[in-house]
């Protein structure tokens, strides 16, 4: 089974600390992908990060960074010096060639908020 | 470039009644996706069109149904509504043209959602 588990239900932070959003994944493919999706208010899932399972480089962009390791099947996203408008639910995803190209199985996401 | 639109943003309907939530993929796109959002069970796998034909599906019941016109927007409609029903319907697009799961064609683009509450 296919399945994404995202612990970290909520987490609140003060503005500047760093914060580190946990995804930990099970799937018996051995090609699949991983996601980070941010849902801020307005509704939409905005599309942070993707992640081949070939692919265990880490991956730093500005503030963000992320952290692959297939010996623990985890997928952690890490925000350095957090602002308020990082404010949102955070989600992790799996995609596998069992499930379908355009199939995500989404973790239950984790709310972060900010605080100034 | 225009994103993915949704129409309507917010709907509320009784039970017993059926909806139909529209979507507009990316120009270009040919993959269009819906997901369904609620509290208790996260954000779920409805089904996915590509040139008009569904091709994959959730397992969800028969009352949940949808398709894609030739230019690619696609309708999905909930008939004989039930108060479960009640949800943010996500529909996302990919340009879809290949079904490699390691293609990066297919990375979806998600549209704002419509709201549905069911009274």
């Known amino acids: 089974a296919q399945k994404v588990t995202q612990a970290q239900t909520e987490i609140s932070v003060v503005e500047k600390e760093d914060v580190t959003l946990d995804c930990v994944y099970e799937?018996?493919?051995?090609?699949?992908?991983l996601f980070w999706y941010k849902q801020p208010p307005s509704g939409e899932l905005v599309f942070l990060i993707r992640?081949?399972?070939?692919?265990?480089q880490n991956e730093i962009s500005g503030r963000y960074s992320w952290n692959f390791q297939k010996s623990t099947s985890s997928f952690n996203f890490t925000i350095t010096a957090s602002q308020v408008v990082d404010s949102a639910v955070y989600f992790c995803a799996l995609r596998s060639s069992i499930q379908g190209a355009q199939k995500l199985v989404f973790g239950q996401g984790t709310r972060l908020t900010i605080n100034p | 470039k225009a994103g993915v639109t949704q129409t309507p943003r917010y709907l509320i309907k009784t039970r017993g009644q059926q909806v139909t939530l529209s979507c507009s993929p990316i120009?270009?796109?040919?993959?269009v996706s819906w997901y369904q959002q609620t509290p208790g069970q996260g954000l779920q796998f409805l089904f996915e069109y590509f040139s008009e034909t569904q091709r994959n599906k959730g397992n969800f019941p028969g009352r949940f149904s949808g398709r894609q016109f030739s230019n690619s927007r696609s309708e999905m409609n909930v008939s004989t509504l039930e108060l479960g029903d009640s949800a943010l319907y996500l529909c996302?697009?990919?340009?879809?043209?290949?079904?490699?799961?390691?293609?990066?064609?297919?990375?979806?683009?998600f549209g704002a959602g419509s709201r549905l509450t069911v009274l």
């Open positions: 799937t018996r493919d051995t090609t699949y992908y």
């Open positions: 992640r081949n399972s070939f692919d265990e």
């Open positions: 120009s270009g796109h040919r993959s």
């Open positions: 996302a697009s990919s340009p879809g043209g290949t079904r490699r799961v390691n293609s990066g064609a297919n990375v979806l683009t």
